[in-house]
């Protein structure tokens, strides 16, 4: 008997595109595990999460599906200031107190103030996420 979760993205969603993350309603972190894009924009879909034989699919209501794998180890904070994206060996203090850096390059400008962030243990490393951009970035930690 296939296993199913229920839930609904917690905030915004944009797609999917290769590495996308996923915070969830419910609390769990899932990230996309098939190759694959797609661009929508919907506010706090629903979606359900079905396990089969150890692949977990995700399907977003009048969106589509793609594969996913749980997120087991991440880390929800928020930069402490100002933020203007990141441009190659980029720092992020954390209002936690954690300092993170940019571990390979990549340009993304957005600016905001204080925004959340989601670290969370890929495939390839620590990644992180911050609230209102489309892509994450692979990040080290350095205190």
Same mark, same amino acid.
């Given at each position: 008997?296939?296993?199913?979760?229920?839930?609904?993205?917690?905030?915004?969603?944009?797609?999917?595109?290769?590495?996308?993350?996923?915070?969830?309603?419910?609390?769990?972190?899932?990230?996309?595990?098939?190759?694959?894009?797609?661009?929508?924009?919907?506010?706090?879909?629903?979606?359900?999460?079905?396990?089969?034989?150890?692949?977990?699919?995700?399907?977003?209501?009048?969106?589509?599906?793609?594969?996913?794998?749980?997120?087991?180890?991440?880390?929800?904070?928020?930069?402490?200031?100002?933020?203007? %994206?990141?441009?190659?060996?980029?720092?992020?203090? /954390?209002?936690?107190?954690?300092?993170?850096?940019?571990?390979?390059?990549?340009?993304?400008?957005?600016?905001?103030? /204080?925004?959340?962030?989601? /670290?969370?243990?890929?495939?390839?490393?620590?990644?992180?996420?911050?609230? %209102?951009?489309?892509?994450?970035?692979?990040?080290?930690?350095?205190?």
């Amino acid at each position: 008997m296939p296993q199913v979760i229920e839930s609904d993205i917690d905030g915004r969603f944009f797609g999917w595109h290769g590495s996308t993350v996923f915070k969830l309603a419910n609390g769990q972190v899932w990230e996309q595990d098939a190759p694959g894009r797609i661009r929508q924009f919907a506010y706090r879909p629903d979606l359900r999460i079905t396990e089969i034989d150890d692949v977990h699919l995700m399907q977003i209501d009048g969106i589509g599906s793609v594969r996913v794998r749980k997120v087991r180890d991440f880390i929800e904070s928020r930069i402490d200031g100002v933020f203007h %994206g990141w441009d190659g060996r980029t720092v992020f203090p /954390l209002v936690n107190g954690q300092v993170w850096q940019q571990a390979a390059y990549a340009y993304r400008y957005h600016y905001a103030y /204080l925004p959340e962030v989601l /670290l969370y243990l890929s495939k390839d490393g620590w990644r992180l996420k911050v609230d %209102g951009v489309h892509e994450s970035v692979t990040v080290t930690r350095i205190r």
